[in-house]
C-alpha cells in the first residue's frame, strides 16, 4: 500500500515544471492523477509518463482563465475517477520586465493566470472537494511577500493568491476542507529560475545568499505536497509554507539589471 491508494488528485498546470514534479510524486505514492495545461500535447506526454510510473492517469487540455474549460476539466476528472480528494493549483505566468514598462495586457495576462485562474479552479473544485479531509494545495512563490525588482506584476498575483488561500480557508474550514499555500524558492531545473537566473553567475550569486547554500528540488516541494495533503497535516489550514531554503530570511535582491537591459 502506499500512502495516497485510491486518492485522486487533480493538479492545474500539471504538465510541466514544479506541477509536474508534484503529480509524479503522487503518482509514485498510489495516486489517481488528472493533469491540465493549456498545450493538449503537454497534456498528452504527461499523461503517459505519470501511466509509466505505474498508477492511473488522465488529463485535459484547458485554459484556467476560461471558467467554462475548467468546469469542464473537473467533470472529465470525476467522470474518470469518480472522486477528487486533493487540488493542487499551479498554473503561473511570469516574465521580466520593470513596472513601467509593462503594459496593461502583460499585467493582466499574469493576473488572469495566476488569481483569476486560481479562484476559476477552486470555484470548479468546491462542489467536488465538499467533504471532510479533502486538501487544497496553492503554489504561489515568494513574490508574494518579497518584493522583486522586474517583478511588480507577479508580487501582486502571488500576493493575491495568498491571500484567496487563507480566505477560502476560513470559509471551507467548517466543511472539513483545508486549504494551504506553498511557496517554493529557487528550484533547480524549472522554467522560473532560468528566466530568473539564466546563467552560471546569476545561480552562483542566488545560492550564496542562500541560508541553505543550496537550490531546491522538485522533490522539495513534492514531498511538502504530499505531506500538506496526508493526515498528519490534519490540524493546519490558512498557511503560506516556504519552500525556499530560507530564502525569504535573506532576501538579497538578484541582480535583475544585467536582464532588464
Known sequence: MSGFDGKTVFVSGGTS???????????????RVFVISRDPQKVEAAVAELRALG????????DVRSQEAVDAAFA????????????ISGAAGNFVAWGKDISSNGFRAVMEID??????????????????GACVINISAPQGSVAMVGQ???CAAKAGIDMLTR??????????IRVNSVSPGPIADTEG???????????????????????GSLEDVSELCAFLASDKAGYITGAVIPVDGGTTLNPTPMRMEAILK
Do not use: Y
Open 17 to 31: 515544471g514544479i506541477n509536474l514534479g508534484i503529480a509524479r510524486h503522487f503518482a509514485r505514492e498510489g495516486a
Open 55 to 62: 498508477g492511473e492517469a488522465d488529463g485535459l487540455s484547458a
Open 76 to 87: 472529465a476528472c470525476v467522470e474518470r475517477f469518480g472522486q477528487i480528494d486533493i487540488l
Open 115 to 132: 488569481v483569476l485562474g486560481t479562484h476559476h479552479v477552486m470555484h470548479a473544485a468546491w462542489p467536488h472537494l465538499k467533504k471532510p
Open 152 to 154: 511588480s506584476h507577479v
Open 167 to 176: 480566505a477560502l480557508a476560513l470559509e471551507w474550514g467548517r466543511d472539513g
Open 193 to 215: 529560475q532560468k528566466r530568473l537566473m539564466p546563467n552560471e553567475d546569476a545561480v552562483a550569486e542566488r545560492v550564496a545568499a542562500i541560508p541553505l547554500r543550496r537550490m
